[in-house]
């Protein structure tokens, strides 16, 4: 862990078990090359490209992710409501109506995860920050859940008097980079990082906003290259020509882990430098 920022490395959605293999191979030495405190991954995508497992918790955990953020696809197994609520390491977007099973954020001390550890992390728990994930899911071309904008309002107001000092990450899950970009403006200063997951195509806008927070529109998808977001190119082809949905399934082949590490001020709370992650098999 860098002596003078605190570093998250956040990971675009990992997509079924190409996206696990990626993880598997890379994860460990990008922690101990970035210094890496705090590791947040997207899982939803993690079970055959739709939903996630236990099996799949597991395995992303003891790789070294801290925070498992999700979207709309995590809903996708009936297990889901059950590994919600048990799990503590793993969100849901905080928006979905009220009396939804699991939660929306998580409050870490010290760098580990929400409970333990995640016992393969380079870097262990440093016991110098405080951070507060924030899942998001936005609305535009997905579901009319609760608006994430008040309710971003809503937990940023309670941290600001709970806790004070936390480090605030937010993933945006989110379909419309219009949506994105608008939230990040409305936060900021107020989160140190708000970074999207989705659309599985990262994008180069990353910038730091006046205010301090880092943003980039999407960290793209930790998953099969040969692929079209992930999924087999074939059957999405025969979709398109065909206007018929066939089943999709996960692309097999080579893989890539795709996502940024966020360089942060602990002091002042902004971001001070962004840097892309790339690395194929």
Known sequence: MSAGTANVLMIGDVVGAPGLRALFTFLPSLIKRTEADLVVANGENALKGFGIGADEIAAMRSYGVDVITSGNQVWEHKE?????????????????????????????????????PAPTRACGASGRFEWLVVNLQGRRELYDIDCPFVKADQILATAAREHPNALIIVDFHAESNEEKEALAW?????????????THVPTADERILPKGTGYLTDLGMTGPVDSVIGMNGDICIRRFLTQIPYKMETAEGSAAIMGALFRLDPESRRCVSIEHIFESL
Do not use: C, F
Not at 83 to 95: D, G, H, M, T, V
Not at 104 to 116: D, L, M, N
Not at 186 to 198: E, K, W
């Open 80 to 116: 889901a409501p059950e590994l919600l609520e048990a799990e503590q390491s793993l969100l849901r977007p905080a928006n979905y109506p009220k009396g939804l099973p699991g939660r929306g954020t998580a409050y870490i001390e010290g760098g580990g995860a929400p409970g333990q």
């Open 186 to 198: 409305h936060v900021d200063g107020r989160a140190a990082v708000l970074a999207g997951t989705h």
